[in-house]
């Protein structure tokens, strides 16, 4: 259970903002949000991770609404390069141990 | 540094043949874990080690086998490879159990079993 719901696919335009919402509602309070993406069947690509606040770096920014139970991927100005699956991750399975990957957002950065 | 280096990269297997997948971490983290990947689809856990010689199955083990004799090393085993596990294989470390802790992934191994 993946315990995360997100988009199937988004486009955005080359050089805008891209901002890709993830549900995960029963996010317990020690439960990071967790992005990851993964291009042409490369290995997954560790993005960003926050606990309650706002997290920036130099890939990207991380949203996580108050109450926890969403947050938003903003990628400030996508490039074509930027084109991968993104994967919200909040839980562990239930060996404890380990990422539970979900299907994704596919986002098409388009020219 | 390298990471987490998986090989081979590339392997084309006959049915019923059996291999072995490399993966090593110079992180010296803790956690080891063996995921697959099918065609369109999400990851799957195989198996995944909480320290040496430590293993335990994950959500699709049957027809894999892992040991980890070292913290570095943590090698997956086809014992009679099937068409079924044609896929692409990642391997991935985790400091520890901590929450806060990124997981780390290699490039992946593609398998096809003909």
Redesign the interface.
């Known amino acids: 259970d ?1 315990k995360t719901t997100q988009p199937t696919s988004m486009d955005c335009a080359e050089g805008r903002a891209a901002n890709l919402p993830c549900n995960h509602s029963t996010i317990s309070g ?3 949000v ?1 992005w990851y993406r993964q291009i042409h ?6 993005i960003i ?1 926050g ?1 309650k606040n706002n997290e920036t770096n130099e890939m990207a920014s991380l949203i996580i609404t108050e109450d926890r139970k969403s947050s938003t991927l903003i990628l400030p100005h996508a490039t074509l390069r930027d084109t991968a699956v993104y ?1 919200c991750i909040v839980s ?2 239930n ?5 539970v ?4 957002t596919r986002l098409s950065v388009l020219p | 540094n390298a990471g987490v280096t998986q090989t081979p990269k590339f392997q084309v297997l006959k049915t019923g043949q059996s291999m072995t997948l490399q993966c090593a971490q110079d992180m010296n983290h803790e956690y080891m874990s063996w995921y697959r990947q099918d065609p369109g689809m999400g990851l799957r856990l195989i198996h995944y080690s909480v320290g040496a010689g430590i293993t335990d199955q994950g959500e699709v083990p049957n027809g894999y086998n892992v040991s980890r004799s070292t913290t570095e090393d943590f090698p997956l085993r086809l014992l009679s490879a099937a068409p079924s596990q044609t896929s692409v294989y990642f391997c991935a470390s985790r400091r520890n159990r901590d929450s806060g802790n990124t997981i780390y992934f290699g490039e992946g191994s593609w398998l096809t079993v003909v």
């Open positions: 993946a020690n439960e990071y967790y069947s490369q290995g997954p690509q560790y991770h606990l994967y562990l399975d060996y404890g141990q380990n990422f990957f979900g299907p994704g």
